[in-house]
């Protein structure tokens, strides 16, 4: 009878212990998803910003081959897809533009889509409100979305756009 109790004890202790080292696991296993996810929206930032400051900032055209793919899907109804088509557009838009440094208010991340809002000095020297949406597949841009909005001069809030 002690064999018995004392092999039921063991017992119980090994299935606690096991039960114990997979929840261990399991939680390891989640942090470490976390973290590389973690990682991967801190990545996918690096690129927008880096993208978007070569190509718009200091309008280089060379930004396109470097961070877009060639499949490029286009939302903005006044850019046909694709990456030659966009670096096309681009080209016609930075005709006489100098470099500027690129205003960031917010960029956030979710896995592969990257938000990013932007303040836009027009010539006229008022201001411009754009939102782009980019999806990134294996460090490209595949996929963009935007908004712009002019900033009024009188605002019926005392809330600022930026």
Not at 32 to 44: A, G, R
Not at 114 to 129: A, C, E, Q, W
Request: glycine content about 4%.
């Amino acid at each position: 009878m002690k064999k018995n109790i004392n092999f039921t004890i063991l017992a119980a202790l090994i299935c606690l212990l096991f039960t114990g080292c997979q929840q261990k696991s399991q939680h390891d296993k989640s942090g470490e998803k976390d973290q590389t996810q973690l990682d991967i929206n801190k990545e996918n930032k690096r690129i927008v910003l880096d993208f978007y400051q070569q190509m718009f900032g200091d309008k280089d055209l060379s930004a396109v081959d470097k961070y877009i793919a060639p499949e490029y899907i286009q939302h903005n109804p006044e850019v046909a897809d694709g990456a030659a088509a966009f670096k096309a557009a681009a080209a016609k838009w930075f005709e006489g533009q100098p470099k500027t440094k690129v205003d960031v208010q917010r960029i956030a991340s979710d896995g592969d889509l990257v938000f990013i809002h932007i303040k836009n000095k027009n010539p006229d020297g008022s201001l411009t409100s754009t939102i782009d949406i980019f999806r990134l597949e294996n460090g490209k841009i595949v996929e963009h979305w935007d908004a712009q909005q002019e900033v009024p001069k009188q605002s019926a809030n005392e809330h600022p756009m930026f």
